[in-house]
């Protein structure tokens, strides 16, 4: 598996590798070893699987209590998958990075904890699969708004996003609660 930096540090794009001939494929998607040689988690306490349409965007989600690293995929479909550093600490609090990911590249994105996720349906469906590194606690989620003009995440939008009531009443990343990292 190949981990490639994106901009912004610590979130990692993977490309595993994979074997095809005319039988079909295979791809190794998590390997402990491989992972713990590139400095990532090999811990994981939970798989979330979702199935969304076309123009569906969900996020920008976080837990304060309990931050989750999320190791992304999509296993149908496209999606483009954006993550927000979070960390009042950091020097990228506020960034963004976003990266299509798809059924067809396998590509995966590792999204440490202290950092916002969202993602927007770019095909007529996707399934998208991610792993956590802590459980999730409905408590401590928030929602940042995912269009806060102060973020200015250029989401490839061909018609009007779908949110859920939670993602339209979410607050932008100035007025949101946030984690202690």
Known sequence: MEAIATDLPG???LRPRVFADDRGWFTETWNETTFRDAGLPTHFVQDNQSRSHRNVLR???FQLQHPQGKLVRAVAGRIFDVAIDIRTSSAHFGRWTGVELSAETMEMLWIPPGFAHGFL???DSADVLYKTTDFYHAPGERTILWND??????WPLTGKPIVSAKDAAGTDLHHTELPAL
Do not use: P, T
């Open 59 to 61: 996020g920008l989600h």
């Open 121 to 123: 349906v770019l095909s």
């Open 149 to 154: 003009a102060d973020l200015g995440i250029e």
């Open 11 to 13: 979130v990692v794009r």
